[in-house]
């Protein structure tokens, strides 16, 4: 019903920048909150940062003042720009979004497949 693709990963020195695209496409009525979460080897799923269709947003301490989270409505995609990026920072990146989907009452939750970013020292 909806898909979410995933670009812009890749390999980057410790400083610099990436930044992630995601694009929902399908039966889409409305999307609400919008959000990138990240998952390294051995570890729980984190949120990095949220936002919701009105522009409220939320990131995790982690990354406040060096990653910035923005959408676009009209495109149904999700931006994560990582500046000032640290080897911690290395992880397979997830968006995800909270969608109403044409024929179903409540917001249903789809991930994306991931992208792998790893910062190196």
């Known amino acids: 019903q909806v898909q979410l693709v995933e670009s812009g990963g890749g390999l980057v020195q410790a400083g610099g920048s990436l930044r992630l695209s995601c694009a929902a496409s399908?039966?889409?009525?409305?999307?609400?909150?919008m959000g990138w979460y990240r998952q390294a080897p051995g570890k729980q799923r984190e949120l990095v940062a949220r936002?919701?269709?009105?522009?409220?947003?939320n990131y995790a301490e982690s990354v406040k003042g060096r990653f910035t989270i923005s959408r676009d409505n009209a495109k149904n995609t999700v931006y994560l720009q990582m500046n000032s990026l640290k080897p911690e920072d290395t992880a397979a990146y997830y968006c995800?979004?909270?969608?109403?989907?044409?024929?179903?009452?409540?917001?249903?939750?789809?991930w994306g497949q991931g992208t792998q970013v790893t910062v190196s020292s």
């Open positions: 995800n979004c909270k969608v109403y989907v044409l024929g179903y009452s409540a917001q249903q939750d789809y």
């Open positions: 399908g039966s889409i009525v409305r999307i609400n909150d």
């Open positions: 936002i919701t269709r009105l522009g409220v947003i």
